[in-house]
């Protein structure tokens, strides 16, 4: 952690930044061909924690190798951090409150907003993907025919898992199926989508299996108790990641036996944070702020570059477009919101390349259910110049999930019963507060040097320029996108139907007794509160 904020600190030095012209030129030994396309979505993973970034309790071999002979990224953010808007926000160049029923968890995908993959497949590459694609929620067409918005499946192959946590899907053994199974004179697009570090895992796995000892971990996060359940939790985490790196990299060595790992552009990154109290469904620094490793040994010009611009998951799809020579606006994409950065891609410069790129757009609305009438907790923030600066539209409701419902929008897990034993037996009531408590209509945090957002900042007068000049811009650009939270039709996200009829209409289901708490199957049982 203090390693993290002297990194982030030193970057604060840069400015102001000075800029060089560049050559921005595609570089003379792409030969013209399409690039193949492997994407490699981790499930629930946070900035920083992969090997290349400095982290060292988790072995990623895979992601560094990428980072090493490709560009590794420091600023790259998911608009939205829970799985369904954040991969809608990936796969359509759109922010999640651009996409109607998309930008809540568990939607109908919209049959309007079509995926670059899809357009990829239009366009004569063969697309396919194992495990989670886009996910969970329901995507269908207007004659109600599933759609592929990451291709076709490959699932079939299966292993023995390490762990009972662990996906029996051997992901390296379908994309090599995937591989073979292809027309050869086409390129490819391939979305490895893993199932880890996604919860729940096999209890003490990072310590028996992954021989990890607790002391590895310099220090735990503030907002979480220091303690050996919650060092144990963070450890199997990390066996979890080291799972998906694995398969990162048969699948590279799979690309190089075949004399393909050149010509494919890999990106590698992960969906939204940690599934831990106060990441995973939040709107803070280590739920938007995600790993993120790209190569292309035709591509590319100067490897093992770090690129200190802040981009975002809706700058993925201009750019692999582009790549491509295909243009979203004649292949019935809606318009896209994201820009390309293939720039990066053709200079020799690191740090900071585009004068643009300074900003972030976050936000969120409906992820899991549990408050009345299903409701979301919509906010909207931006990151800029260290500051990350959040509107919270309706402060009145808990923001990860009713206590009386078991915190819906919070996965279970040792560290969360932790957190809730502590308050109810009262030893400590501040880690209930960060990760549970109710929030004011506004926040501000300085995250260069407080990423782990625990001073708010909003009552200090000493910052009120800052508030105000970040309130602007963010309100001015929310306007400029239609975001219907600026037009006062906000509450039209909440009335968009859950998919998941099973869990629909949750909290007054259950509070009239016609639903169990084993219908949230994830979380625990003793999560929901008797008396709030």
């Not at 992969?50 to 560009?71: H, K, L, N, Q, S």
């Not at 999640?96 to 899809?118: D, M, R, T, Y």
């Not at 201009?318 to 919101?337: F, H, W, Y």
């Not at 300074?358 to 992820?367: L, V, Y």
Request: neutral net charge; hydrophobic residues 35%; proline residues 6%.
């Amino acid at each position: 952690m203090k390693n993290y904020q002297k990194y982030i600190k030193s970057l604060a030095l840069i400015l102001p930044w000075i800029f060089v012209k560049c050559n921005t030129s595609a570089p003379e030994d792409s030969n013209g061909e399409p690039p193949n396309i492997l994407i490699a979505m981790g499930d629930d993973i946070s900035f920083p924690h992969m090997g290349a970034y400095g982290t060292r309790w988790v072995r990623t071999p895979g992601f560094d190798r990428v980072a090493e002979e490709g560009i590794l990224f420091s600023n790259f953010y998911t608009p939205n951090a829970k799985s369904a808007p954040s991969r809608a926000c990936f796969l359509t160049g759109r922010n999640s409150w651009q996409l109607e029923e998309a930008a809540n968890h568990v939607p109908f995908f919209p049959a309007k907003f079509k995926s670059f993959i899809e357009v990829l497949g239009e366009n004569g590459y063969i697309t396919g993907y194992t495990a989670k694609g886009w996910a969970p929620g329901v995507a269908i067409d207007s004659s109600g025919k599933k759609r592929e918005l990451t291709g076709k499946p490959y699932n079939s192959r299966r292993l023995s898992p390490e762990t009972k946590g662990i996906s029996e899907i051997d992901y390296a053994a379908n994309f090599e199926d995937f591989l073979n199974s292809r027309d050869k004179n086409k390129p490819f697009c391939f979305w490895y989508g893993s199932n880890e570090p996604h919860r729940g895992y096999e209890s003490g796995s990072g310590v028996k299996k992954g021989m990890k000892k607790l002391s590895e971990i310099p220090e735990v996060f503030r907002f979480w108790p220091d303690n050996q359940v919650v060092r144990n939790d963070i450890l199997d985490y990390a066996f979890e990641i080291e799972h998906f790196d694995n398969h990162l990299v048969k699948m590279l060595e799979i690309l190089e036996k075949n004399g393909e790992l050149e010509n494919t552009i890999v990106i590698v990154t992960a969906d939204n944070g940690m599934p831990f109290p106060r990441v995973k469904g939040q709107p803070y620094e280590y739920s938007v702020h995600m790993p993120m490793a790209i190569m292309w040994g035709n591509g590319i010009k100067r490897k093992g570059r770090t690129i200190n611009d802040y981009l975002s998951f809706i700058d993925i799809a201009p750019t692999l477009l582009e790549v491509a020579g295909i243009d979203s606006t004649r292949n019935k994409m809606q318009p896209v919101q994201g820009k390309s950065f293939t720039d990066i891609f053709y200079t020799a410069k690191e740090g900071f390349v585009g004068k643009d790129r300074i900003s972030m757009f976050i936000g969120q609305e409906r992820h899991d259910v549990g408050r009345p009438d299903d409701a979301g907790y919509p906010v909207r923030g931006i990151i800029k110049d260290g500051f990350l600066y959040l509107k919270n539209y309706n402060p009145g409701r808990w923001p990860a999930g009713n206590p009386e419902t078991g915190y819906l929008n919070c996965d279970g897990s040792p560290t969360k019963g932790m957190i809730l034993m502590m308050r109810r037996t009262g030893i400590s009531q501040e880690y209930w507060n960060l990760s549970f408590g109710m929030r004011g209509g506004e926040e501000l945090y300085n995250i260069s040097s407080d990423p782990e957002c625990m001073n708010n900042l909003i009552n200090n007068a000493g910052y009120n320029n800052t508030r105000q000049n970040l309130q602007s811009l963010l309100f001015d650009e929310l306007i400029k996108q239609n975001d219907p939270r600026t037009q006062g039709n906000g509450d039209v996200f909440d009335k968009y139907i859950y998919a998941n009829e099973a869990q629909r209409d949750f909290y007054k289901r259950y509070m009239e007794g016609k639903i169990h708490r084993k219908a949230a199957g994830w979380v625990d049982s003793t999560d929901f509160e008797e008396t709030r």
